[in-house]
Each structure stands twice: as structure tokens, then as C-alpha cells.
């Protein structure tokens, strides 16, 4: 009697495959080890994550969760459909999460302040050289913050910049081919928020004073000051979908944002312009790159329902939960046009950050 044949996994039709699929629970591990069967299964798998990110539409937060297992996972949660699109193992606990840009996570190696660029739906990893900030590493991993890469690196064969602000005083940014980071030593106080728009990084410090940072020389940059003073305790820089520069103050002490766009001037003189409607557009707020959105469009500019509201601001903000015990983070929207805002998701851990899913 003849032994049956070993089945030929790798034969199996693509449709069956995708509706396997559709059964798994959207987990890094799940899709990993499906992948690694062979080549026709991790090509069902990118498949699989091609259409969760070319249907999703808005900014995804990113909510650190607690297993009855004791694990930690990161679940890339949408406010909007209340669901969790796609999660992660934590990762190695030395690594310390700084931000995200195009996609991509930033974490630092708190032991040798490496620089690690992470793209959480397909495991790739860049990685960069230790930043060195003379010989004083003492906190330097709770002092970065504000990453900001020019580009996606995939999308330019790896070439991109990353800027970051390394200290209330300083920023360094890492151009791809070079060796070492770079430190940029201009006179700013309390560096707020970056941000990257048509080739040049946008730096607004405490004051309320808006440089411009043209890096593109090798070994050789530019900072020029744009915008006098206009102080505010909180501010976010955001490229609007029209490629406007916009400056959104959270107002102290209660909900509420001012908004303003940049008039340029040839001069150190350009202005802030107060916006009263953002329109089709949506903000989203955080620690990290905010972005805008159209709410009748996506990423991609396809003309679609995102499911956001237009004229709306997304952010999250803390809440004190009382002395001795951890304060907790909600998700809000505020309607730009009648001043009023609304709980989308009350959370007792403190979310990282919003993220943009890119095509793989």
C-alpha cells in the first residue's frame, strides 16, 4: 500500500489562503510565522496587510495593553471604528519608545542611545548610529523627543533625514550615508515641536520664535529665524493638506485650540494669520508628528469617506487620577466650529502617540 504523498502546502489557492486569513487575529506573530511556510503564503500575508492599510483612512493611536499573561502588547488602535486594526509584541524593554514619522516607530537603546527606525507592519528595522551629546548621557533618553523624518524611507531608497530635539536647548538630526549625527548649537529655548514641509525642518522653540533648518548640505546647514515671538504654553506645528504651515495653541486650562497659518515674508517678518475654520480637514495632535487629513479623502488623496470629522481636532491630553496613583489619558475631539469637544476614549495607560500607516 502505497504512503499518501506529503501535502503541498505551497499549492494551495490564493483565495483560501486569504480567507484563512481573515480568521487569524491580526497579530505580529500570527502573520510572521504564516509567512515563513513558504513563498506563496508570505505573499498572501503582505497581501493581507497591503489591503488593512489601504482601507484605513485616519491616524491610528498607538495603546500599550497588559495580557493576563503578564506580556505587554502595542495594539494600533482607530478611534473612530473603536477596534484595534493590528498588534505587536512590546518591545525589548531597554528600548525606549521616542516617537513615530511616516510610519515608522523611533526607539532609543537606552543602554547605548542607538537610534532604531521600526515599521511595525512588516518587522524592518534601520539602524542608526549612538547619539552623542558630548559625554553627558545622564537622562538622555527621557530628553528626545519631537522625531521627525523628511520622508518615508522607503519610498526614497533609504534616503531621508531624522531630526529630533535631544534637550530643551538642542536638536541633532542624522542624515542617511553619513556616519554620525549631526548637533545643531543655535540659541533656542525650549524647542516645542518640528516639523518637515517642502525640504526644510520648521523648529519653533518656547518663545514662540519659528526657525527654519535647511540641512540638505553635506557637513553644512542653515538656520534662519522666520517669526518674532508669539508666546503660548503648548504648540504643534502641522503641514496642512494644501501645504500650509499651521501653528495650533492648546488653550491653558480649558478645551480648547487657536489655530494659525504662517503668511511667508521675504524678511524675518512673517506673520501668524488666525485661522477660524479648517474646513474638510482634520487634525491629529500628539507628542510626536502631527498630521491633517481630509475628511473626504485618505492618505493617498482617494477621494473617500475617512470617517473622521471635518473641522475637528483629535488629541489626547492627561488627567490627574488623584495623589499617589498614575494619571490616565482620553482621547477627545474638538469641533473647530462651535467650541465644543467630545470623549472618543477614556484609557488608564498612557497611550505613545498617534501613527500614519504607510503601503508596505
Same mark, same amino acid.
Given at each position: 500500500m502505497a504512503l499518501p504523498s506529503k501535502p503541498d502546502w505551497g499549492a494551495l489557492n490564493i483565495d483560501l489562503l486569504e480567507s484563512i486569513l481573515d480568521y487569524l487575529l491580526p497579530t505580529e506573530e500570527y502573520l510572521t510565522t504564516f509567512s515563513q511556510v513558504c513563498i506563496g503564503w508570505r505573499y498572501a500575508v503582505r497581501e493581507k496587510l497591503q489591503h488593512l492599510l489601504s482601507i484605513q483612512r485616519i491616524s491610528l493611536l498607538i495603546l500599550p495593553r497588559l495580557y493576563d499573561n503578564g506580556k505587554k502588547r502595542y495594539c494600533f488602535y482607530?478611534?473612530?471604528?473603536?477596534?484595534?486594526?493590528?498588534?505587536?509584541?512590546?518591545?525589548?524593554?531597554? +528600548?525606549?519608545?521616542?516617537?513615530?514619522?511616516?510610519?515608522?516607530?523611533?526607539?532609543?537603546?537606552?543602554?547605548?542611545?542607538?537610534?532604531?527606525?521600526?515599521?511595525?507592519?512588516?518587522r524592518r528595522e534601520i539602524r542608526l548610529p549612538p547619539i552623542k551629546?558630548?559625554?553627558?548621557?545622564?537622562?538622555?533618553?527621557?530628553?528626545?523627543?519631537?522625531?521627525?523624518?523628511?520622508?518615508?524611507?522607503?519610498s526614497s531608497k533609504n534616503e531621508f533625514v531624522l531630526m529630533m530635539k535631544?534637550?530643551?536647548?538642542?536638536?541633532?538630526?542624522?542624515?542617511?550615508?553619513?556616519?554620525?549625527?549631526?548637533?545643531?548649537?543655535e540659541q533656542m529655548c525650549a524647542v516645542n515641536d518640528i516639523v518637515y514641509i517642502n525640504g526644510l525642518f520648521y523648529v519653533l522653540d518656547g518663545f514662540g520664535v519659528l526657525y527654519s533648518c535647511d540641512v540638505n548640505s553635506d557637513g553644512v546647514w542653515e538656520v534662519r529665524k522666520i517669526t518674532s515671538p508669539k508666546f503660548a504654553p503648548l504648540s504643534y506645528l502641522v503641514e496642512s493638506p494644501e501645504g500650509d504651515l499651521l501653528r495650533v495653541i492648546k488653550q491653558y486650562g480649558k478645551p480648547g485650540f487657536e489655530i494659525y497659518k504662517l503668511v511667508w515674508s521675504s524678511s524675518e517678518n512673517s506673520r501668524w494669520?488666525?485661522?477660524?475654520?479648517?474646513?474638510?480637514?482634520?487634525?491629529?495632535?500628539?507628542d510626536g508628528e502631527s498630521v491633517s487629513v481630509k475628511a473626504s479623502s485618505d492618505f493617498l488623496g482617494r477621494q473617500t469617506d475617512s470617517g473622521c470629522q471635518p473641522n475637528s481636532i483629535y488629541?489626547?491630553?492627561s488627567k490627574a487620577s488623584g495623589v +499617589?496613583?498614575?494619571?490616565?489619558?482620553?482621547?477627545?475631539?474638538?469641533?473647530?466650529?462651535?467650541?465644543?469637544?467630545?470623549? #472618543?476614549?477614556?484609557?488608564? #495607560?498612557?497611550?505613545?502617540? +498617534?501613527?500614519?500607516?504607510?503601503?508596505?
Open positions: 482607530d478611534v473612530m471604528k473603536k477596534k484595534n486594526l493590528f498588534s505587536v509584541q512590546s518591545w525589548p524593554r531597554e +528600548w525606549i519608545y521616542r516617537g513615530s514619522s511616516h510610519g515608522w516607530l523611533i526607539l532609543l537603546d537606552s543602554n547605548c542611545y542607538q537610534v532604531i527606525l521600526r515599521k511595525p507592519f512588516c551629546e558630548g559625554e553627558n548621557y545622564r537622562h538622555l533618553g527621557e530628553r528626545i523627543s519631537r522625531c521627525v523624518l523628511s520622508v518615508d524611507p522607503d535631544i534637550s530643551s536647548f538642542n536638536i541633532a538630526f542624522f542624515k542617511s550615508g553619513n556616519k554620525d549625527w549631526a548637533y545643531i548649537e494669520e488666525k485661522v477660524m475654520s479648517l474646513g474638510d480637514v482634520a487634525l491629529f495632535l500628539g488629541y489626547y491630553e +499617589w496613583t498614575q494619571s490616565y489619558y482620553s482621547t477627545y475631539v474638538f469641533n473647530v466650529n462651535d467650541g465644543t469637544w467630545t470623549l #472618543l476614549h477614556p484609557y488608564h #495607560l498612557p497611550p505613545l502617540d +498617534w501613527i500614519s500607516p504607510k503601503p508596505l
